[in-house]
């Protein structure tokens, strides 16, 4: 292991800019069915918190 460069952009080891990859959606080959988009990715850590905050409250309403 060594330390990070500094002032560097790069990774002295890898090489690659931040950034770079595979494109991003429809314009990459393994897209299929947008199941893991950004957006709904987002949507569901939203709905499982909605759910968390739901049976929480419910929980506490029948103690």
Known sequence: MSPAVRGKRRCRMHGGAKGTGAPKGERNG??????????????????????????????????
Request: proline share 0%; net charge positive.
């Open 30 to 63: 393994a897209y299929r069915t947008g199941m893991f988009t950004a957006e709904m990715v987002e949507l569901r850590r939203e709905v499982n918190l909605m759910v968390r905050m739901t049976n929480a409250a419910i929980r506490t309403g029948l103690d």
